[in-house]
């Protein structure tokens, strides 16, 4: 069984068009993430829900709309689509901890969504 | 920024322990050094995380300083799948949303040859 899955696994669409990817994790976490793998092969967040609410949302283009309808799933919508956005996409989840001294539990990652804007 | 300093690429022999160090010489006492690596075409995979005590589980052995300025990575008995881009990241411990992120670095390329 798939902890994190995503689909599409690949993604080919022109510019100027909207496209959604969406993830889904089965591990009982209430933390998911978004990030975002260039062709330099940088890895670099770009959301974090816990719980349906956004906690982490780095400097991405308000053309990326992430959307959490329950803390099992954490989509991702690109409007009007660039050249740049070509890259892969990892959707990752993970457990946080409440307790002062503990430590928030390792992410486990999807297998990634490559998206290529032609 | 990545806190991490790696080698870009390393070689390792089948059979042979793959030793893969990390420096992070501005790690903060409530910060922990995990490792993850990537295999091509995958996404990234956990490994081991310390805080300052070495750690051992079944993929590997994680070793750090006294001084908690670097770890090595060690995988015991290297195989021709373990090569992949490997990660050392540090990540402050504790509850709230600048704790969750992971920075990842350019990371080192284990080669394990046959």
């Known amino acids: 069984d798939t902890a994190v899955s995503q689909t599409p696994k690949y993604l080919v669409t022109q510019m100027g068009n909207d496209k959604s990817i969406k993830c889904e994790q089965n591990l009982g976490h209430d933390t998911m993430y978004w990030y975002k793998q260039d062709s330099k092969k940088f890895l670099k967040i770009m959301f974090s829900?816990?719980?349906?609410?956004?906690?982490i949302n780095e400097t991405v283009p308000n053309r990326f709309s992430p959307k959490s309808p329950d803390k099992a799933h954490l989509n991702l919508h690109i409007n009007s689509l660039e050249l740049g956005d070509s890259a892969v996409y990892f959707c990752a989840s993970s457990q946080l901890q409440i307790a002062v001294s503990s430590y928030n539990s390792p992410l486990h990652f999807g297998n990634g969504t490559r998206l290529t804007v032609t | 920024d990545a806190k991490t300093t790696q080698p870009p690429s390393m070689d390792c022999a089948e059979g042979r322990a793959a030793n893969l160090p990390c420096n992070h010489s501005?790690?903060?006492?409530?910060?922990?050094v995990y490792w993850y690596r990537q295999i091509h075409s995958q996404g990234p995979q956990y490994i081991i995380h310390?805080?300052?005590n070495n750690e051992t589980n079944e993929m590997a052995s994680l070793i750090i300083t006294e001084d908690r300025k670097s770890s090595t990575l060690i995988l015991p008995h290297a195989t021709l799948r373990d090569t992949a881009v490997y990660y050392c990241?540090?990540?402050?411990?504790?509850?709230?949303?600048?704790?969750?992120?992971?920075?990842f670095g350019t990371g080192t390329l284990l080669a394990v040859q046959p």
């Open positions: 990241i540090v990540r402050p411990r504790g509850y709230g949303g600048a704790t969750n992120k992971l920075i």
């Open positions: 829900y816990n719980n349906k609410e956004l906690i």
């Open positions: 310390g805080l300052k």
């Open positions: 501005t790690i903060s006492g409530n910060e922990y």
